[in-house]
Each structure stands twice: as structure tokens, then as C-alpha cells.
């Protein structure tokens, strides 16, 4: 989704909710804005809203580099570019596969946020803060699971901060980091090895042409049915998805 398509979801909600929500006679954003209330729990509410629609921007960013998003989109890109089909897969086929992927893997992360965290905030048994800490605790779990010690201490050492006995004692600004450049490296370490089959088939069919004199010809051409032959052959999407599963077991 876009910026602008999350800025007009968020322009459309900020109208509507106000009729809706706050239709028997409460106040909403259109009332703070318009009719000034002196009940300082009517502003904080209004203020709280506002602010939950504001982050609503943010999703994009906090899907990506909080969940296994990013290695499974990496290696996605580096299997497009080893087969050299250009945009074959699209964009937004990647894209879509790795969003589905992902709400797969981190199905028991979020099953568990729900239950344990919203809810009971839903239900009143819980305070907003207490909510956000209990629904942080799978989160770190998941992501220090997949976290390298020398990542996190890169970004404990940028902080000033020394050793921590408990990882989950970290707070989630030093976590997310430290896991998306983890991500990063594990996901260019599997693109390493998908180029390889590839790359010999390259360097087999360069050779074969140059022994032929044939030295006008792309290899390029050449080789490209031969990669999306092997690649069929050896099920390679059943492959690279099954290894992208794993990894995260």
C-alpha cells in the first residue's frame, strides 16, 4: 500500500469515526477541533485517537523490519535476478507471496499478542501500558531468536549501555535494528547460494560459445531457457520457500 493510499485510508477514518464512535453524543476530533471541551478525559481520548491514526503510517515500516518480511522479500529479489527473467515475476506478485508468507510464519506471534494482550485490553482487564508490554514480550522473543549477539551489541555499544543479563530487558529501539540487519545478512547469505547453480550454468554457456567462435551472441539468451528449465525441473519455488520456512522454525 502506498503512502498516499494510507494517508487517504487515515483522512477517511479521521472523518468518519467521529460520526460513528462518537454519534450518541460524545466528542470527537471534529468536536475538538470545532467545539473545544473543558473535560480534560474528553481531550485526552480525542488526542489518543489521533495519534493511534497517525501511526497508522508507520505500518509499512513496522511490518517490515519486525517480522521475517524482510528476508523472505531479499531472496526473492536475489532468485529474480539469478534467473535474469528482469520483471518476471512482478513486483507485486513477490510482494503479495511474501506478505502471505509472512502472516503465516508469524501467525503464532500474533496469536499469541491477541490473546494475551488485546484481548484482554478490550475487555478492560488491562491498561494501555500494560497491554504494549505484555503484547512486546512475543515480539522480542521472535526477533531475538533471529538476532545475531554481535548485532546487538553494535547497537548497545552506540547507546553507551554495557552488557545486559536479559536480552528481553532491551527495549524495542535497540532490538528492531539490530534485527533488520541480521535479517539482512541471513538473507544475502541465501541469495549466495541461489546464485550459484545459476552462475556455473552462465559461465558454461559463455565458454561453450567462445569455443564456437561465437563471440557477438549474448549469453544471456542463451543460458536463460536453460536456468528456467532447471529451476522447473528441481522445483525450485517448492525449494526456496520450504528452506525460507525453515529458517525461521
Known amino acids: 500500500m502506498s503512502k498516499r493510499a494510507i494517508l487517504l485510508f487515515i483522512l477517511i477514518i479521521t472523518l468518519i469515526i467521529p460520526e460513528v464512535v462518537f454519534a450518541e453524543g460524545g466528542t470527537g476530533l471534529t468536536d475538538l477541533l470545532f467545539n473545544p471541551s473543558d473535560n480534560p478525559e474528553t481531550t485526552v481520548d480525542s488526542?489518543?485517537?489521533?495519534?493511534?491514526?497517525?501511526?497508522?503510517?508507520?505500518?509499512p515500516s513496522i511490518l517490515i523490519l519486525t517480522t521475517c518480511f524482510t528476508r523472505i522479500i531479499v531472496v526473492f529479489s536475489f532468485l529474480r535476478n539469478a534467473l535474469g527473467t528482469q520483471q518476471s515475476p512482478p513486483n507485486q506478485l513477490l510482494i503479495g507471496l511474501a506478505l502471505f508468507l509472512t502472516i503465516f510464519i508469524m501467525q503464532p506471534?500474533?496469536?499469541?499478542?491477541?490473546?494475551?494482550?488485546?484481548?484482554?485490553?478490550?475487555?478492560?482487564e488491562l491498561t494501555q501500558e500494560e497491554a504494549y508490554d505484555i503484547a512486546a514480550v512475543p515480539m522480542k522473543e521472535f526477533m531475538l531468536k533471529h538476532t545475531r549477539e554481535k548485532?546487538?551489541?553494535?547497537?548497545?555499544?552506540?547507546?553507551?549501555?554495557?552488557?545486559?543479563?536479559?536480552?528481553?530487558?532491551?527495549?524495542?529501539?535497540?532490538?528492531i535494528p539490530?534485527?533488520?540487519?541480521?535479517?539482512?545478512?541471513?538473507?544475502f547469505s541465501?541469495?549466495?547460494?541461489?546464485?550459484?547453480?545459476?552462475l556455473v550454468i552462465d559461465m558454461v554457456i559463455s565458454s561453450i560459445l567462445?569455443?564456437?567462435?561465437?563471440?557477438?551472441?549474448?549469453?544471456?539468451?542463451?543460458?536463460?531457457?536453460f536456468k528456467i528449465l532447471l529451476f522447473v525441473l528441481v522445483d525450485g519455488w517448492y525449494l526456496v520457500v520450504e528452506s525460507l520456512l525453515e529458517s525461521f522454525i
Open 47 to 59: 488526542v489518543k485517537l489521533l495519534i493511534l491514526l497517525t501511526i497508522l503510517t508507520l505500518a
Open 109 to 124: 506471534v500474533y496469536s499469541q499478542i491477541n490473546e494475551e494482550a488485546i484481548q484482554p485490553f478490550l475487555a478492560d
Open 151 to 175: 548485532d546487538l551489541a553494535l547497537f548497545l555499544r552506540a547507546q553507551g549501555s554495557g552488557n545486559v543479563e536479559d536480552p528481553m530487558d532491551l527495549t524495542l529501539t535497540t532490538i
Open 178 to 187: 539490530a534485527f533488520a540487519i541480521s535479517e539482512l545478512k541471513t538473507a
Open 190 to 198: 541465501i541469495g549466495f547460494i541461489i546464485y550459484i547453480p545459476f
Open 210 to 225: 567462445m569455443s564456437m567462435g561465437m563471440f557477438m551472441l549474448p549469453p544471456v539468451m542463451i543460458s536463460l531457457p
